[in-house]
């Protein structure tokens, strides 16, 4: 289930993510993470978080 909290047509930021509960520290999440199901809830805002992890997936590395 993906689910996102305060979402409207302003708000298209996300301000932070949890996948079962549990905060994501990443801006990505597995195949293996979206393979074992769950519940992903974004919580989104109307300005970009410029606090977050910007810590890219390891493949996403290949190409910058």
């Known amino acids: 289930t993906v ?3 305060n979402n409207t047509k302003d708000n ?4 932070s993510a949890t996948l079962n509960g ?6 990505f999440i597995t195949h293996n993470q979206i ?5 992903l809830v974004f919580k989104m805002g109307s300005m970009p978080n410029k606090n ?4 890219m997936a390891p493949s996403s590395k290949l190409y910058n």
């Open 3 to 5: 689910k996102a909290i």
């Open 12 to 15: 298209i930021y996300i301000q």
């Open 22 to 27: 549990e905060k994501l520290e990443t801006n």
């Open 35 to 39: 393979f074992e199901g769950g519940e």
């Open 52 to 55: 977050t992890n910007n810590m």
